[in-house]
């Protein structure tokens, strides 16, 4: 079955610092993966998706990711940290096809000033 | 405005007393999929649809039933609410063409309170 692991409940940066969230997966088969963010009493948003087409994803708000198959990574990152990224974030895998997402347990990262 | 829309927000009920969470998306999407979100355990399905008519069980499908009458509506029904219910709940919708990779899209969540 396939699963994913996100390193580190909470992850705190400082404004203008590299944000960097950490997500593993396993599965047999290629996978679908994607980044959602959740901000306070909001459903979730795409941030982006790796399909195969390309290893490294850009998605909204300046957030990238890079898919690493022989660490079966797929790491979030932005460059510099913005107050209003201050949010939970989820990594999930695609399973089989029947569309359903697989979640990691999320991260919440906080900004501070 | 293309959006997933959960009603109610907020229920606040008693066990026992049978609920219904309504789920409508305007994107004439194929598949819709509910989901609870519980502290440290991320986002689990619960029920899933294909279609019209054609409803599957997720990984935490007791004590819950759905219905897809129409392609728009995903209801989740509660026919006899425990707190172990109490949760945040999400209705998701995307295209079923190549299902795995098509981003889903999700409502703003119900809060469920069972007491």
């Known amino acids: 079955a396939q699963s994913v692991t996100q390193l580190g409940s909470h992850v705190s940066v400082s404004e203008g610092a590299l944000v960097l969230l950490r997500c593993n997966y396993s599965?047999?088969?290629?996978?679908?993966l994607f980044w959602y963010v959740q901000y306070p009493n909001q459903g979730l948003q795409l941030l982006l998706k790796?399909?195969?087409?390309?290893?490294l994803v850009k998605g909204i708000n300046g957030f990238e990711a890079e898919f690493k198959k022989s660490e079966t990574s797929f790491h979030l990152t932005k460059p510099s940290a913005h107050m209003s990224d201050a949010a939970e974030y989820f990594c999930?895998?695609?399973?089989?096809?029947?569309?359903?997402?697989?979640f990691g347990q999320g991260t919440t990262l906080q900004v501070k000033p | 405005e293309a959006q997933v829309t959960q009603n109610p927000r907020y229920l606040i009920t008693v066990t026992g007393k049978k609920l219904t969470v309504t789920c409508s998306q305007n994107?004439?999407?194929?598949?819709m999929s509910w989901y609870r979100q519980d502290p440290g355990l991320g986002l689990r399905q619960i029920y899933y649809?294909?279609?019209?008519?054609?409803?599957d069980k997720g990984d935490v499908p007791e004590g819950y039933k759905v219905s897809r009458k129409e392609k728009r509506n995903f209801p989740l029904i509660l026919e006899s609410p425990s707190p172990n219910q109490t949760s945040l709940y999400f209705c998701?919708?995307?295209?079923?063409?190549?299902?795995?990779?098509?981003?889903?899209?999700f409502g703003d969540g119900t809060r469920l309170s069972i007491l």
């Open positions: 599965s047999s088969v290629p996978p679908y």
């Open positions: 998701a919708s995307s295209k079923v063409q190549g299902a795995v990779n098509q981003p889903q899209h």
């Open positions: 994107m004439n999407h194929e598949y």
């Open positions: 999930a895998v695609s399973e089989g096809n029947t569309g359903k997402l697989i």
């Open positions: 790796y399909t195969s087409a390309a290893t």
């Open positions: 649809s294909m279609n019209v008519e054609v409803t």
